[in-house]
């Protein structure tokens, strides 16, 4: 459970991470030591252009892969992400052929929850452990690179990176992709299309959502 180097030197990983290790040790939690760090590992904070956040990791057993939203490629999806996929099908006319989203971190798209650990069967079990302040400073750190656009799907994430946009990024706030909220402004909003967009104003290369 190394820190990737890359991000090593936050405060958060000398303030606040060797509790939250110490906690952890001998229990069985999700998504597992080897991809705690997955969604830093695959977004250096050079290369970050968008970001989305979640809550915690799926918490059955062999879903989660450490990166928001995202699951194994054998998992059916969630109902959330269906949301999503049914969101770009319509926004884009596609959508990717499973629920891994590790492609999407790849083109520097950060998929990072505010807390990177659950007990199975727990969902929110471990988001008091002090995670939070992880992801302000990451996203703080990528704005030093450039202007970003945010993907804030509901109320949690929304307060949770409250006062880090700045005029030059680009955010979209709306509802969260969960059947209780998807109708009150998620469906419709047209996220990918609008970043590819603002990506391409910007002279920069657009996301490929749907590969």
């Known amino acids: 459970m190394t820190p990737p180097e890359a991000w090593a030197d936050l405060p958060f990983f000398r303030d606040d991470w ?10 069985d939690f999700l998504p597992g030591p080897d991809r705690i760090f997955a969604a830093l590992e695959a977004t250096p904070p050079a290369r970050i252009r968008v970001v989305i956040l979640g809550q915690d990791p799926y918490p059955t057993p062999g879903h989660a892969n450490g990166l928001a939203f995202s699951v194994t ?12 996929y049914r969101e770009m099908q319509d926004d884009l006319g596609a959508r990717p052929a ?22 199975p069967g727990q969902a929110g079990a471990h988001a008091g ?3 939070g302040a992880l992801a302000r400073q990451a996203v703080a750190r990528a704005q030093a690179h450039g202007p970003l656009a945010f993907l804030l799907w509901g109320r949690h994430a929304q307060q949770a990176l409250a006062s880090l946009p700045r005029p030059e990024d680009l955010v979209i ?4 992709p969960s059947p209780l909220s998807a109708r009150r402004g998620f469906f419709g909003s047209r ?9 391409k104003a910007q002279g920069r290369a657009p996301i490929d959502w749907t590969g």
């Open 18 to 27: 060797p509790a939250i290790r110490d906690r952890l040790a001998g229990t």
């Open 73 to 84: 490629r054998d998992t059916a999806l969630p109902r959330s992400l269906a949301n999503i």
């Open 98 to 119: 499973t629920g891994d989203l590790s492609g999407w971190a790849r083109q520097g798209v950060l998929l990072l929850n505010t807390a990177l650990s659950v007990p």
């Open 129 to 131: 452990w002090g995670w």
């Open 173 to 176: 706030a709306t509802a969260h």
């Open 191 to 199: 996220p990918f299309s609008r970043i590819n967009g603002w990506l």
